[in-house]
């Protein structure tokens, strides 16, 4: 069983920075996959940007050369940088974790980027 909490969110003002962070309660290292997923009103959950198992690492077109995502097996935590903000970032961001007992969701943040 996993438990993730994310942390970070925020209001920004467009071309701001923020860092999120989701912590596992269990060594990320056992995971499939870790990522982070998005959904605005009205829209679906999209991906944003992952880690699957051996390091690679994807991003959604719309957040690529902006967002970068890390992972601390230290610290078991998965934290996307995002540089560059703009307005329509603006979403709760969740963190999921997949892993051979489960798929595992955080409770999200809300990102608001301001104009």
């Known amino acids: 069983q996993v438990q993730l909490v994310e942390s970070g969110g925020g209001l920004v003002q467009a071309g701001g920075s923020l860092r999120l962070s989701c912590a596992a309660s269990t060594s990320i290292c056992n995971t499939n996959f870790m990522g982070w997923y998005r959904q605005a009103p009205g829209q679906q959950r999209d991906l944003v940007a992952a880690?699957?198992?051996?390091?690679?690492?994807n991003y959604a077109d719309s957040v690529k050369g902006r967002f970068t995502i890390s992972r601390d097996g230290a610290k078991n935590t998965v934290d996307p940088q995002m540089n560059s903000l703009k307005p329509e970032d603006t979403a709760v961001y969740y963190c999921?974790?997949?892993?051979?007992?489960?798929?595992?969701w955080g409770q999200g943040t809300q990102v608001t980027v301001s104009s």
């Open positions: 999921n974790a997949i892993t051979r007992s489960g798929t595992y």
């Open positions: 880690i699957i198992r051996g390091g690679s690492v």
